[in-house]
Structure formats: structure tokens, C-alpha cells
């Protein structure tokens, strides 16, 4: 419920952090791996997205990944990311941390933004490591190096692959400094995220989540609102500004 207490504990904070899934994308079009559409020519995402499967057949992976692409190209951002944008000039500290990989954080205006999982629009070298922006759907599948003519991959921690941990770590201090975190559209089936969110909650912030469903960490929050983020996020704000 969006009560005072709420809108002033909001309008207090002083450093604010924001942890998104894929669950703010859906109303842009984007389907989360685990809801309705999650299968793609009858393979699930979890056998597509692992080094296996890329070592496997670099081309059908690739050739989903092209897919994915272009759906997020097709999509815009939501009022959901337009909130979490506004968010970031509102508050004197804020960091942005997403699992998403389909850019419309950026596109919605966030600049602080750690991309956990990396970003659909990357490819990275599988020799000489080089990483490089991909401008559209590439042309040529598999993508090759721009550099060194190597097999190129998608620059995503895939299923059973380690993080990054400069960004990991960077995102964690943040977090364990944070007084406000939202948990946004995450069911929390990737353990290592929502684990930099419960260790937030345990040093002190205050966790709201906005999810129609639970998640992992439902029973950790102090609100939960089950509601879409494009929804609830506006009406929240409206409040924030108004009052
Ligand atoms: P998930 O698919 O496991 O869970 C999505 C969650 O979003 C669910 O709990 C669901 O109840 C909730 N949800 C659905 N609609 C919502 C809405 N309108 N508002 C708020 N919440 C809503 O997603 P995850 O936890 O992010 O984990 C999946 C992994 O797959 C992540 O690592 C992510 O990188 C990747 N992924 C990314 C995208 C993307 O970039 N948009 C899409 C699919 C998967």
C-alpha cells in the first residue's frame, strides 16, 4: 500500500539502489525466460544460453541470440524503466543494477547502471577477448572478431559461467551501503543477484519489492507489492512528486 510512511521513508533515503530482472521488460514486449513464451523453436533458454551449447553449435546459438535482438530493438522502454531513469537524478546516490541484457535501461536515460549479465549488443572475442558493440542484428552468423577474424560470442555470463568480479564487487559495495533498494521483476532463480539484495536487506536497507509474483526473496522485504512495475512505478513516483 502506498501510505506516508512509505512515501516518506522514499523521499528520505539518500542512497538508493535498484535491482531489475526481466520481469520490468515484459510489458515492453520482452519475454522473461520463465513465464509464457519462454521456448524458441523448442529449446528452453536454460539449453541455450551455456558454454556447452555454444561450443555445441555456435551458429543456433548465435541465430537465437539474432532473434532476441530484434525484439529488443522492436521494443521501447516502459513507464516502469522511465521511473527507475527518474530515479537516478532524484536521488543524491543511485546505482542501477540489472540482469537484463536488452539495453532499454539505457535507452529509458540511466547512466549508472551495472550490467550484471552483460548486453545483448556485445560480442566479445573467443581468442583475443576483444569485447565490441554490435549496431544491429548481425548479418553474418556466427558473428566473427572485428580484430582478429576469431569466433566471436555474445557478451552474457551464461548459465554455469562466473561473474565479472570488478562489476560484482563494485555493485556489492554499493548495495551494502544502500538505505532503499527496490527488487524489481526478478524471481530470483539466479541466486547470485538477489543474494547482493538479501545481504542489503541484512545491513540495514529497506527493500521494496515489485513483483505480481513471489519471489526468492518475497519473505525478506519489508513491502512487496504484487503489481507490474509499468503499473505501480508511476503511481508511486506520482505520490513522490506530489507530496
Ligand atoms: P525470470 O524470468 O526468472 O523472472 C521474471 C520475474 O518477473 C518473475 O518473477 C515474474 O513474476 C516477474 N514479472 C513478470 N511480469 C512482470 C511485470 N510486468 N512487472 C514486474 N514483475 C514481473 O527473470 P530473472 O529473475 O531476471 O532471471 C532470468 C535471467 O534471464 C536473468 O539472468 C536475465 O539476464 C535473463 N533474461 C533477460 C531478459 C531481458 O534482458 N529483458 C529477458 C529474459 C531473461
Redesign the pocket.
Known amino acids: 500500500m502506498i501510505n506516508q510512511q512509505l512515501i516518506t521513508k522514499i523521499k528520505s533515503a539518500k542512497r538508493v539502489a535498484v535491482l531489475?530482472?526481466?520481469?520490468?521488460?515484459?510489458?515492453?514486449g520482452?519475454?522473461?525466460?520463465?513465464?509464457a513464451g519462454?521456448y524458441w523453436r523448442n529449446y528452453r533458454?536454460e539449453d541455450l544460453?551455456t558454454p556447452e551449447a555454444f561450443a555445441r553449435d555456435p551458429k543456433l546459438v548465435w541465430e537465437w541470440y539474432a532473434m532476441?535482438m530484434q525484439v529488443?530493438l522492436d521494443a521501447k522502454p516502459n513507464p516502469?524503466h522511465e521511473i527507475v531513469a527518474k530515479m537516478e537524478s532524484y536521488f543524491p546516490e543511485f546505482l542501477l543494477v540489472?540482469?537484463?541484457?536488452?539495453n532499454?535501461h539505457a535507452r529509458a536515460g540511466n547512466t549508472k547502471l551495472v550490467e550484471?549479465?552483460?548486453n545483448?549488443f556485445t560480442a566479445r572475442c573467443t581468442s583475443c577477448q576483444k569485447k565490441f558493440k554490435l549496431e544491429g542484428v548481425p548479418k553474418q552468423i556466427p558473428v566473427r572478431c572485428e580484430s582478429c577474424d576469431a569466433l566471436a560470442r555474445p557478451h552474457?555470463?551464461w548459465f554455469g559461467e562466473t561473474y565479472d568480479m570488478n562489476l560484482l564487487q563494485s555493485a556489492r559495495s554499493f548495495l551494502l551501503k544502500s538505505d532503499l533498494i527496490f527488487i524489481?521483476?526478478?524471481?530470483?532463480?539466479?541466486g547470485v543477484?538477489?543474494q547482493l539484495a538479501s545481504e542489503a536487506i541484512a545491513h540495514g536497507a529497506y527493500a521494496i519489492e515489485?513483483?505480481?509474483?513471489?519471489?526468492t526473496i518475497s519473505n525478506q522485504v519489508d513491502m512487496h507489492f504484487a503489481?507490474?512495475?509499468?503499473?505501480i512505478l508511476p503511481k508511486i513516483w506520482q505520490e513522490i512528486i506530489e507530496k
Do not use: W
Open positions: 531489475t530482472g526481466a520481469g520490468i521488460s515484459a510489458e515492453s520482452i519475454p522473461t525466460f520463465r513465464g519462454g533458454a544460453a532476441r529488443c516502469g540489472t540482469q537484463n541484457v536488452d532499454l550484471i549479465h552483460g545483448i552474457i555470463v524489481i521483476g526478478t524471481s530470483g532463480q539466479v543477484p538477489v515489485i513483483n505480481p509474483e513471489n519471489s503489481n507490474s512495475s509499468g503499473e
